[in-house]
């Protein structure tokens, strides 16, 4: 086997299919899980919100990756479609967004920040709405100081996750799943392959850990067996679960459709294929790897939705539900080869932004893994400078 993938998310799954797509080199993907992007993943629970100009920051390396993801989904999903049109398929459609100002003080930043879209490319069609522009082109929002209008789109993350895991099994991937990776195998310094949890070796020069939430625990026990010393923060702080709760309304009939993506108020709504409109989602640093719905949670989501679509909240709750992010510092996710371990890749991290960066994080990740491609080990480099990996 030349590489093996741990996790079978978003990342793991993008991976496998970009490297089966443009090589022939032979990859496993383990899943430790049943099924891909089970309950509790960040693939399962996740919106699927695509968006050129996520707000995580103006860092240049995240910003490049997030725009050059999204500008890849049209045409990943019209392959997936076209090749595999037995699967599920990626649920992608574009679906324009609203950030909207809540406040005066917001007002003036979203001002300064729709002239930052425009000025670095991210959404150059990004324009202001005054409140009536507002009202008259969605009419659910709330009282509000205006809105920028730019492109955006949206997937279903678990049926993108399992197609792209079926779309690269035939392509030659093999997926194993159940199983969680237990041990990381090692000689001479270099990676030698990986044990599974029923004693099962796979054999691989490369081992890429794309593993989500549980990346930096599993990554701090293999390397502290292993005895190696990387520097800065312990592995179970470079990627922590961050966990996220959502919940959807059943708008009554007569209720005007939602026709855009709405961000404000920390939070966002996005009508979903069923008719039900979505709300999320929390953001909590302290609750480990516990997968729950709790009554604070739901009171942030009932916040975000007086804010974003006020009529909905007589509306009947049909679901709630939550899911761990991959959360990395300053939300950078982590991606390359360990400097003090030879074959061993990462990518993971990927906290709020991990659906739209997939594609470009799986073409960057298989250029460097395929046949060390100069120019992508280099930008990896680059972009390991900026996030202090
Ligand atoms: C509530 C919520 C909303 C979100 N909304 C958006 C959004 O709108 N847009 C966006 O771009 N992003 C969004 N995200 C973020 C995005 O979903 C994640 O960044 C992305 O799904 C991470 O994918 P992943 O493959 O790294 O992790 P995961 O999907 O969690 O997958 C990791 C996999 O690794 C497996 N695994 C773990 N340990 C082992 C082991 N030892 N052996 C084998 N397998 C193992 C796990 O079982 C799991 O299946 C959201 C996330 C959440 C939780």
Not at 92 to 113: G, K, N
Not at 315 to 334: F, I, T
């Amino acid at each position: 086997m030349d590489i093996v993938i741990i996790g079978g998310g978003v990342i793991g799954t993008s991976l496998a299919y970009w490297l089966a797509d443009k090589s022939k080199l032979a990859v496993t993907l383990v899943e430790g899980n049943a099924n891909f992007a089970q309950n509790g993943t960040a693939s399962f629970a996740s919106a699927g919100l695509l968006t050129p100009a996520a707000a995580i920051g103006t860092n240049p390396a995240i910003t490049g990756l997030i725009k050059r993801g999204f500008d890849l989904y049209p045409e990943l999903a019209a392959k997936l479609r076209r090749d595999h049109p037995e699967l599920a398929g990626t649920g992608y459609f574009e679906l324009d967004q609203l950030r909207i100002a809540a406040t005066e003080a917001e007002e003036e930043e979203l001002h300064r920040r729709q002239e930052w879209y425009v000025e670095t490319g991210l959404a150059p069609e990004a324009r202001w709405l005054t409140p009536p522009e507002l009202a008259e082109v969605e009419p659910l929002v709330g009282p509000n100081f205006g809105a920028i209008i730019f492109k955006g789109g949206l997937v279903r993350p678990p049926w993108l996750t399992r197609t792209l895991a079926r779309a690269a099994a035939a392509k030659g991937v093999t997926f194993k799943s159940g199983n969680p990776v237990t041990n990381l195998l090692v000689e001479n310094g270099q990676v030698t392959g990986v044990q599974l949890q029923d004693g099962e070796i796979i054999e691989a020069g490369k081992v890429v850990v794309a593993a989500g939430a549980w990346s930096g625990v599993w990554l701090e026990q293999q390397l502290s067996k292993l005895k190696i010393v990387t520097p800065g923060l312990k592995w179970s702080q470079k990627v922590m679960p961050v966990r996220g709760q959502l919940l959807a309304v059943l708008p009554p009939p007569g209720t005007s459709p939602l026709r855009h993506i709405l961000a404000g108020a920390g939070g966002y709504g996005y009508p979903r294929a069923d008719g039900t409109v979505a709300f999320g989602a929390t953001e909590e640093h302290e609750a480990g790897f516990e997968v729950a719905i709790t009554p604070d949670g739901y009171s942030q989501l009932i916040a975000m939705m007086k804010v974003l679509a006020p009529s909905l909240l007589t509306a009947p709750v049909s679901e709630n539900w939550a899911g761990l992010r991959p959360g990395a510092k300053d939300g950078l996710p982590l991606m390359g080869e360990l400097p003090q371990l030879p074959g061993l890749w990462l990518a993971t991290g990927h906290f709020r932004s991990g659906i739209v960066m997939a594609p470009s994080t799986a073409e960057l990740m298989s250029e460097a893994l395929i046949n060390g491609s100069p120019e992508a080990i280099a930008r990896l480099k680059a972009y390991n400078e900026a996030t202090q990996f």
